[in-house]
């Protein structure tokens, strides 16, 4: 059973955002629905200095639901959306020159130890090897991270956390994560919810009356069970959040759901042809 089902970045170098304001102070939290035990376990696993990994499915609320952790425990937020050029550099940091001057600018890595930040890597499992071996000794009993190109050694504070997400139904193979990865995190599955829960989170997040809510759930679980359409990713929660906005903002259901839906899942004419469908006997 799932622990997690919640609602709801690229380039030659890893973009990190911090959030929040001073350490310990509170802010408003972003909104997420609990509906399993997700959040007491990431609780638990902060108290106990232990690295979190979240698996599952795009726009299914891995990155929301760490926003919303983040916010409850009043800590900065520094997010790496991984991808294949996402190297152990961008994430220690480097050597810059300004004005004839040489100075060490930090990575988000190297930042979010210094703060005693959650450092949050989106999509790990797209980053190069490189990333992995530099993040073993923050996510075991050592705590620590090195920075080779100023031999500067680490040590993480009491409130550091690492979180990583990875989505395991995406580009199986070179991909997937090791085993030996893998045990280093306490793990916590998302999916999508159940209907009428993914029906309450669009009606919160878009705007959209519950009975719209209800009818683009239908729709997304629709296009969900289509295995034989070969999607590379199906209609998550997060996708059905845009289309609502765009109902809201006075765009047609149809018209809302072929750009919001059917668009962004495939560029295949015959594939298109098949979720029109499905949107034109839903909607």
């Not at 108290?47 to 639901?65: I, N, Q």
């Not at 990333?131 to 073993?136: A, G, M, Q």
């Not at 683009?216 to 359409?229: D, F, H, Q, Y």
Request: proline share 6%.
């Amino acid at each position: 059973m799932a622990a997690g089902r919640g609602a709801h970045a690229s380039g030659s170098r890893a973009r990190a955002r911090g959030r929040g304001g001073p350490r310990g102070g509170r802010r408003l939290s972003p909104y997420y629905r609990v509906v399993g035990h997700e959040e007491e376990v990431f609780l638990a696993a902060s108290a106990a200095r232990l690295p979190v990994l979240l698996k599952g499915p795009t726009g299914c609320g891995k990155s929301r639901f760490v926003e919303a952790m983040a916010a409850r425990l009043g800590r900065p937020l520094i997010t790496v959306a991984c991808n294949d050029e996402t190297s152990a550099a961008d994430l220690l940091g480097r050597w810059l020159v300004r004005g004839g001057d040489t100075y060490w600018q930090d990575g988000p890595a190297t930042r979010a130890v210094r703060e005693g930040a959650i450092l949050y890597l989106d999509e790990i499992a797209e980053a190069r090897e490189d990333v992995i071996v530099l993040l073993h000794p923050l996510t075991d009993h050592r705590r620590e991270l090195f920075v080779d190109r100023h031999a500067e050694q680490l040590t993480a504070p009491p409130e550091f956390q690492l979180i990583a997400s990875f989505n395991p139904g995406y580009r199986r193979g070179p991909k997937e994560l090791k085993p030996s990865t893998r045990q280093r995190f306490v793990a916590i599955d998302f999916e999508y919810p159940e209907a009428s829960i993914e029906a309450e989170i669009v009606a919160r997040e878009s705007g959209v009356e519950a009975k719209m809510a209800k009818r683009l759930v239908a729709l997304a679980r629709k296009i969900r069970s289509l295995s034989e359409l070969g999607l590379a990713e199906t209609a998550s929660t997060r996708l059905l959040v845009h289309a609502g906005r765009l109902i809201q903002a006075g765009v047609s259901p149809r018209v809302a759901c072929t750009h919001a839906l059917v668009a962004p899942l495939t560029d295949d004419p015959e594939v298109s042809a098949a979720l029109r469908d499905v949107v034109h006997l839903v909607c």
